[in-house]
């Protein structure tokens, strides 16, 4: 063997080498790292902005974004999450005590002798032989195993909670050095990439417009329905507003259904206990404000060439948080993004010149 192929040898072998050791030394803070980058992502066209405004001075408008993003993000989100965490071990301890005394039992026999209800359950009866099904049971039964998951991550959460807050200075951290020396950075990475520029260009626009349509097409849009809903919920004196906004803004991904999972039973309830005005209200509400958020907003963020499909945006949202963690929220999407821009990138390389 000659030298320069031994050479060759022990360079790719010490590269790999150090990868590996840089990996590991960085791995306790790469969720840290990922969600700087992240938000820098998002604020960055406000920071340069700022920047302009503060002519061009890189420590103080990076001090200032970063603060900015302190108010905008990290105080409502740490306020929320209390107040989720509070409103989800009431709703495990009601539930608890309603099914001790059997009054959820009522309710559900109150849905039971809806017309409605029993006009579609014969209906699907003659299809599906639904004889051995009591729906009041298996509700009951779901709504317990539903409870105590919320319950056991609401825990778990709350136990976490200083390693959140430790996480998160390394994310601020992280955040003002990305502002301040991003731009260069990201230049240096261009230069990097072992592509020919025309593909490296169109990897970099696809992938900025992939992101933009994941983030503001589907995650902000899910935030601001889940966040009208809650607010609805409140507005009308429906209990745990913040957890059941909560849940339609993750409900928000399922292709069907959606947001409706949770207000139409909502709505039904409030027939059931005779709040019929209310009732109605909030299904004028969800029909006409919540469900049309999608519609109303998305042409704003997105356009058609760069919409990621619902189907795999739902799959990626769910398999991100199983996979990475709540971070997987926006992981999951991005991975799929970056599937989807290399895809393109293949099929654009691929068609005959003309």
């Known amino acids: 063997m000659k030298k320069e192929h ?12 150090s990868f590996y050791l840089l990996y590991q030394i960085l791995s306790p ?8 980058i992240l938000l820098a992502t998002v604020f960055y066209p406000v920071f340069q902005k700022l920047q302009r405004l503060l002519r061009k001075r890189e420590v103080l408008s990076a001090m200032t974004m970063t603060f900015l993003v302190i108010l905008v993000i990290v105080l409502p989100s740490s306020l929320l999450i209390v107040a989720l965490a509070n409103e989800v071990v009431s709703v495990y301890h009601g539930l608890e005590e309603m099914i001790k005394t059997g009054s959820l039992e009522a309710y559900l026999e109150k849905i039971r002798g809806i017309p409605f209800f029993n006009w579609t359950w014969e209906r699907l ?4 032989d639904l004889s051995q099904v009591d729906p009041p049971r298996l509700l009951l039964e779901n709504l317990q195993q539903f409870s105590t998951f919320l319950f056991n991550q609401t825990s778990k959460i709350l136990k976490g909670f200083s390693t959140f807050i430790i996480g998160f200075f390394f994310t601020l951290l992280s955040l003002y050095y990305l502002f301040k020396d ?20 169109l990897l970099i626009l696809r992938f900025k417009e992939m992101v933009h349509a994941t983030i503001y097409g589907g995650i902000l849009i899910a935030i601001i329905q889940g966040l009208l809903g809650g607010v609805i919920f409140w507005a009308l004196g429906i209990s745990s507003p913040i957890l059941w906004g909560t849940a339609m803004t993750f409900l928000s991904f399922i292709p069907m259904g959606g947001t409706a999972l949770i207000w139409v039973p909502a ?3 409030l027939f059931v206990q005779g709040a019929f005005l209310k009732g109605v209200i909030l299904l004028g509400l969800g029909v ?6 999608d519609n109303l907003l998305r042409p ?10 619902p189907l795999l945006l739902f799959f990626a949202v769910l398999g991100g948080i199983q996979a990475f963690g709540l971070i997987g929220l926006v992981i999951g999407p991005l991975i799929a993004t970056l599937c989807l821009t290399l895809i393109e990138i293949y099929i654009q390389g691929i068609k005959p010149k003309t």
């Open 267 to 269: 709505a039904i309830l």
């Open 6 to 17: 031994i050479f060759l040898i022990f360079i790719l072998f010490l590269t790999f080498l």
């Open 288 to 293: 006409f404000g919540i469900s049309m958020v």
């Open 182 to 201: 991003g731009g260069r950075l990201f230049e240096r990475l261009k230069e990097t990439l072992p592509i020919p520029k025309q593909e490296r260009d």
């Open 125 to 128: 009866n003659q299809y599906l």
């Open 300 to 309: 704003f963020f997105i356009s058609t060439k760069t919409n990621i499909h």
């Open 29 to 36: 803070f790469l969720a840290s790292i990922f969600l700087a």
